[in-house]
Structures are given as C-alpha cells and as structure tokens.
C-alpha cells in the first residue's frame, strides 16, 4: 500500500487561512485543559480583584491610606495642609507684602533633622473661599528652589520671578480680588509689577479668607542602595514685612490657624505665627496641592482593581507555551506541518486563536471587575481617583490586549524551545521577572527600575495608568505608585516589539528545524 499524504483541498489565500484558523480553534476548545485554564484565569483576575483586599479599613480603627480624604473643586483629592493667618475679606481688595527670608528644616537619613529648603516648600499670600479642607483658593508665593509661583486650585501653577530670596534680594508679592477674579503680581523691588497670572475661582462668596501661610511638604531624598528613597515632614519660616490692605478687609487683628494636619504653634508662640512692628514671621508644614500615590498618598486609581491580573497573566502564558509545545511532546506537530506545509501559516495562525481567546476572556474579566470593583472600594470608604469613560476603556480593552500579547509571546518562545518547562521559565524571565522588579516588588534603585519599565515587556502595563505627574508635587513618580516613564500606548507599543521578535524568531526556527 502506498502512503499518502494529505493536502488541502483549498488553495493558499485567504480561505484557506480560514480554514486553517478554524482547525486551530478546533485544538483549543477540544483540549478540557486549556480552556479550564483560560477559566481559572478569568476567575483569578475576578476574584482577587472583587475579594477581601478590596474591602479596606475605612471607619475601622481609624483611617487606612486610602480613605476619602478633602476633595478639591474639581473633584480631585487634595492635600490640604497650611499654617493660616488670616482675617476675612468682603468683596473686592487686595493684599500686597514683601518676602524677606525663607528657611527651613528637612529629615536627615538618620532621623533627625537639619537646616534646608523642600524644593516646593512655600510662603506667601492666599486668598481662600473658606478655611474648610478642598475649598477653590489663588496664592502667590515663594518656594525653596522653584521661585515665585502662582498657585490655585491646587492643580494650577504658573510661574513667576526666578531665584531664591534673601534679606538683599526680597520678593514682592500681591493678589488682588475682583469678584470671582484673582490676579497675582510679583517684583523684585515693589515699584515694578508684573502679572503672572488670572484665574477664576467659581461660585466664590461676597466674603473669603486672606492673608499669610507657610506650608512644606513631605521631603524625600534618594540615598545609596536597594532602600533608595529615605524622608518624612518638613517646615519652612517665611518672613514677611510691608504688609498692605486695600478694599474690603475689616479693621482688628489677625488670627492665626493651623488648617488640616499642619505644623505650626499658636499665634504668639516663639517661631510660629508672630508679628512685631509690622513684620510678621510664619512658620508650618504640610501641602496645598493635588494628592499623589505613594507611601503619603491618598486614595487608589482603578488599577487597583486589576491586581489579580498578574496571577491570570501567568495561567494564560503557561496555556499560551502549552498550545505549542503539547504537539511537540505528543508528535503530533508532524501531522500539523504535513497537512500545511506552509509553516509560517501555522504559526501564524496559533497566534491569532490563542490571543483571540485570551484577549476575549482577559476583556470579560477586566471588565467585570473594574466596573464592580470601583463600586466596592467605593462602598468601603475608599477614595478611587475620577477617571473619564475613555480613560476606563482604554485601561479595560488595554489591560486585555497585554494579556493577549503576552500570550501569543509565551507561544513564540514555546515554538522555539519546543519544552514546556523551560518555555515557561523563559517566559517568566521575559515577562514576569520585569514586572515583580518594577511594579509588583520594586527592590532596585530608581535608575535600573526606569530603565526596566521602558524596554521590558513590563513597560505595557502603563496601559493602566491613570495619575498625572504634577510637578509642583514632590513624589517618587515610579511604576510601584502607579507611574510610568511611557505614555500609555507608548508603552504597549513596546511589548508590541518584543512579539514581533519572538515570532520572527519563532518563524525562522519553524521554517528551518525539522519537525
């Protein structure tokens, strides 16, 4: 009897990529084990992300990080944190004064504390809705090393005069009021004004708040080794002189108010808020700006609700290795390649079935729980910063599309190392190792942790990133807290790359290698 060997009746072209898709499906679905896997992978991403870590300890002995904190005008979560002296001011004026000194005191890495600036450390003048945490506000001030800056709503910045200040080289700082209209002027020697900026401040009442503040934020300071970030509270004493009023602000003294968890003692007290023929010496801690995420942060973005799809990451890319290499170990790749001999086409179409599937079943699951998870943090108390709808799409179909090329990568390097076992080793090289190292357990210095985050298959997972990089906001802005060094897409883009490679890799081998 002579053998024969099969070939297809249907001629190379698109139908017959058809039907060879539709044959590989067939594989899929008919192996119990690989869709249970790509179940179990579903399952991971829905219940570690609906599940107990999600729940949060709001209301239970005290605060968790985390909780609803002040939420500024625009929605977004603030810090709010100043030493205030103030006086009230009804309808329109405006408040003129002259800085003259602006010092400081910053955690050392032992603990302790010596003489210096945080870079955004401020004082100046401020004209507020109210003293309540989150209400709209404009502010012109003096900063430790970013100059004179014009700052509102705690997302607005504007700058001003460059340079520090000193006794010979003061500031002179003024913000005026028309209606809801705050305009903010600085000069080198008080006769020369320039405006630095205009802002509106909507739904502002007949009478706001004015006066003096004094704030420093969190210091943070990168020391040598794997423990590369060393910190904690700061404060700053400004000094202030020429102080002039015009326009509505009521005779009487001023009162001195330490706003949300701001240092500062009480009006009077040695180094806080003192006055003494007509030049006044402020001194507090804390922030007038945006939250950010980090050790300090407040609140979680929804990413937060897809930390179990590292675990569903994994099941997938053990299935994705397993869609290629099981033909191997059983033999059967021969019969594959003798009924298409075209073998580019084979490989070709694996990928197209197994990231198909586990791009459907990664959507479904990034779905669920980042539309059900936000109600639940939500529920418990929890703050989850705004996103735009758009925002949640991408991070939705973004987060599936990575799964999706991971698992088509896990294919490609099944093909070439035909093992299954030392396939998914490598696959936990390329893809998992990156991840633990830059997001998951960050344990190298920010330099290589950057580096990672931009070249590794890793660098895709800032398709979930939703937190903007204020820089008036000194923060360690790494891929741990939610940061990235590439854009969203920009970063999908390179995992794109690396499965280009590993398939052109993997085609090459095929084409080359007997079966």
Known sequence: MTAMMYRPGVQAGHDGFAQLLWAEWVKFRTVRGWVIGMIVAVLAIVALG???????TCGQNGPASGCAGPVGPGGEAV???????????AGNGDITVRVTSLTGQIPTLSGGTQNGLAPWAKAGIIIKASTRQGSAYAAMMVTGR??????????????GLAGSISAASPRWLRLTRSGGTLTGYDSANGTRWTRVGTVTLARLALTVQGGLFATSPQYAQTSVGLSSVYGGPSRVTGVFDHLSLRGGWPGGGWTGRAIGAA??????????????????????????APTVSGADGNGV???QTLIGAFAGLIVMVVVGVMFMTAEYRRGLIRVTLAATPRRGRVLAAKAVVIGAVTFAAGLVASAIVVTLGQRVLRGNGVYVWP??????VRVIVGTAAVLAAASVIALAIGTVLRRSAAAVAAVIVVIVLPYLLTVA?????AGPTDWLARVTPAAAFAVQQTLIQYP???NVYAPSAGYYPLAPWAGFAVLCAWVAVALGLAAYLLRRRDA
Do not use: C, K, N
Not at 149 to 156: F, L
Not at 263 to 288: L, M, Y
Not at 441 to 445: E, N, Q
């Open 50 to 56: 609906l599940g107990p870590s999600m729940r949060g």
């Open 79 to 89: 810090t709010d944190s100043f030493y205030f002296v103030h006086r009230p001011l």
């Open 146 to 159: 970013h100059g004179v800056r014009m700052q509102y709503d705690y997302t607005g910045d504007t700058p």
């Open 263 to 288: 240092g500062g003692p009480a009006a009077g007290s040695p180094g806080g808020f003192g006055e003494s023929a007509g030049r006044f010496t402020v001194t507090g801690t804390g922030d007038i």
């Open 301 to 303: 973005t929804i990413a």
């Open 387 to 392: 996103v735009t709808a758009l925002t949640e």
């Open 441 to 445: 357990v960050p344990i190298l210095p």
């Open 472 to 474: 008036q906001v000194s």
